[in-house]
Every structure is written in structure tokens, then in C-alpha cells.
């Protein structure tokens, strides 16, 4: 049994490891009794997540690197169609690796046609990476959190709190990465800021949180195994968790990482993970908050070849998870297992 665990712990560090990989809007259920003020808690809003920008030099494979910009692209001028409030990105916006200034450059360049606001977190990719995915130029995390100054980061730290003009609603940023490691925390400083930031807080305010690692474990394989719950879930998450629910107005954190769909409530906090575009099953999510509710829902991207072209390369034989995995039910159910849509309520 230990033997099963410790396999299945391996499978999905490893997948984890990797990973770190239209329709109209979902209207909430109208309030019971409208108030005057609840426009001002009305935001629609997108989550693209993991979208891993990479100057095209590889073939695609359960990522689609070869994709990944006109993925991006394409993802982008569906969502301002729409014409959302905001637009985030749950890190891994491009990858440190190799070559970290070129990808980022072209990182900046494909966001910078997006015309909503748009906000950013790091992810574990967006970091300079070590071992044989080594970063071979001068990128480090600074550069990131250089480049996208004004778009969350305000050039020197990687987190941030945003006030939504005209809502009740604040938007936090936080920086879970570190450098040469998939693993992600809050650090001291940040932990601080944070402490300090939701104090001043207006109450009123709803306040949704955006990250790259999660806070809870949404899969219950995880649980059973120290070294997979390293990987899937911030190190410090229940420290984190317990500041959070010192503060009532916190209604959702929103994060990215796992490349898969999930949902789980926790002391009156929604948490919700968002997968990434440019893996099986490539989808963005759209999100529609209320006074009363906060609903979602996951988005194909356009192309439905590259989808299938996705799963293809998730799941041939030969590519790096299926040689660790060997079981095409395990590993499609890991990444499609979760919620596609939901209409939460905020209880709290
Ligand atoms: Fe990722």
C-alpha cells in the first residue's frame, strides 16, 4: 500500500512539477431583496491561468508551446468582447526558463493588446528555474514584477491590492513563487502586508484574493501524501487561511497552478481553481459577482483541434506524464474531475 501512495504521490509531484503547468455570462440568482448599494458589488470579471508564454522554439506536447501566444491571443479579444471589469492572470504567465527575457518580452507584448484592466501574479514559472530547465540569461522574478508594474506589481514586490473605482470590491494580488522551486508560500513581509492591508480594509468592501498555489488541497489524493500536499498546496496555507477568515468581507481566493478545475468552501471562503489554457482542458474562467452570490464558468479556448490536441499529448504514451502515470483514467479524471460551472452563494 505504502508502494501505491508513494507511486501515486510521484505521478503527481511530477504532473504538478510539470504543470508549474462562449457563453453568455453565468448570471447569479437575483437577490431576494434588491438594496440600494448592490450595484457596487456587481463585477464581471475574468481568470486566464497558466498560459506559459515561450518564443515558439518546441513542439507542442501536453503543453501546446508551439501555441502558446496565439492561445493567449485569441483568449484575450474573446474576453474584451465581453467587456468584463477586470481581467486576472493566475500566474505562470510565462516561463523563466531557458531563455526568461525573450518569453517575457513576449509576454508584455501579447497582454499589451489586451484593452480591459488586466492584473498579474507570479507563478512558479516566472521565476528563474535551476537543473537541466536552467535559465541561461539574466531573468529573475524582478524582472517580471518590473515589467508588469502598473498591472498589480508596482515594480518592486509581486503583490498587491487593487480597489475596483466605483465598487465595494477590492482585489488582492499575492506572490506565492520563489525562486528555483515549484513549491509556493507567503513570506514574512508579504504575511505582514497582508495582515496589515485587510485590517484597513473597509468592511464593507468584498475582498477577493487571486494566487498561483492554492490555499486548500481540492483533490483528495493530495491529502493522503506529505509530498504531493508540498507541491499542490502553499506551504504556509493554513496560516494564510486563518488570516483570511479573521475578516468577513473575504468572500474567494481564486488561484491557478494545478492546471485543473476546482471547488471547495472553507470557513465561509470560496475557493476556486482555475485551469490553464494552454494544457487539456484549455479553458479560461468567467466569473460574475453579486451582492449575494459569486458565480463561474469554465470557457473553452476557440480552437477545439488544439484541445484535442492537448489531450493527445497529455496522454501519449511517450510523453513525460503517461510514462509516469500508465493510467489514462487517473490522469484525465486529475485534470477534468472538477466543477465546469457554479452559483455560490456568500453566506457568510
Ligand atoms: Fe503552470
Request: aromatic share 8%; net charge negative; hydrophobic share 40%.
Amino acid at each position: 500500500m505504502a508502494g501505491v501512495r508513494s507511486t501515486r504521490a510521484a505521478i503527481l509531484a511530477a504532473l504538478f512539477a510539470a504543470f508549474g503547468c462562449a457563453a453568455p455570462h453565468p448570471r447569479p440568482r437575483p437577490s431576494a431583496q434588491a438594496h440600494p448599494s448592490d450595484g457596487a458589488y456587481e463585477l464581471s470579471f475574468f481568470n486566464v491561468s497558466d498560459p506559459h508564454i515561450i518564443v515558439p522554439t518546441e513542439k507542442n506536447g501536453w503543453r501546446l508551446t508551439r501555441d502558446s501566444v496565439p492561445i493567449l491571443k485569441d483568449t484575450l479579444a474573446r474576453i474584451s468582447a465581453e467587456k468584463p471589469d477586470l481581467v486576472l492572470l493566475s500566474g505562470d504567465i510565462a516561463e523563466g526558463k531557458f531563455e526568461g527575457m525573450s518569453n517575457l518580452a513576449l509576454a508584455v507584448q501579447t497582454l499589451s493588446a489586451e484593452d480591459r484592466p488586466w492584473y498579474v501574479v507570479p507563478g512558479n514559472h516566472d521565476n528563474r528555474y535551476a537543473g537541466s530547465d536552467a535559465t541561461l540569461d539574466g531573468y529573475a522574478k524582478d524582472e517580471f514584477i518590473r515589467a508588469f508594474k502598473g498591472h498589480g506589481p508596482d515594480g518592486t514586490v509581486g503583490y498587491w491590492r487593487h480597489d475596483v473605482p466605483r465598487k465595494k470590491v477590492t482585489i488582492l494580488g499575492l506572490d506565492t513563487s520563489h525562486e528555483g522551486t515549484s513549491e509556493g508560500w507567503i513570506d514574512d513581509s508579504q504575511k505582514a502586508w497582508l495582515k496589515r492591508t485587510l485590517d484597513e480594509i473597509d468592511p464593507s468592501r468584498y475582498v477577493i484574493l487571486v494566487m498561483h498555489h492554492p490555499l486548500v488541497i481540492f483533490d483528495e489524493n493530495a491529502l493522503r501524501d506529505d509530498r504531493l500536499s508540498r507541491v499542490w498546496l502553499a506551504r504556509n496555507a493554513d496560516e494564510i487561511r486563518m488570516i483570511l477568515e479573521k475578516h468577513r468581507n473575504v468572500k474567494a481566493a481564486i488561484s491557478g497552478h494545478m492546471h485543473a478545475r476546482g471547488h471547495r468552501l472553507v470557513n465561509g471562503i470560496h475557493y476556486v481553481a482555475t485551469p490553464s489554457i494552454n494544457t487539456w482542458p484549455c479553458e479560461f474562467t468567467r466569473f460574475s459577482l453579486t451582492r449575494d452570490r459569486l458565480a463561474y464558468e469554465q470557457v473553452d479556448i476557440t480552437d477545439a483541434g488544439k484541445i484535442d490536441e492537448a489531450k493527445r499529448g497529455l496522454l501519449e504514451p511517450e510523453s513525460d506524464l503517461m510514462k509516469i502515470v500508465a493510467d489514462t483514467s487517473t490522469l484525465v479524471g486529475l485534470m477534468s474531475s472538477g466543477p465546469v460551472r457554479e452559483d455560490l452563494p456568500l453566506g457568510r
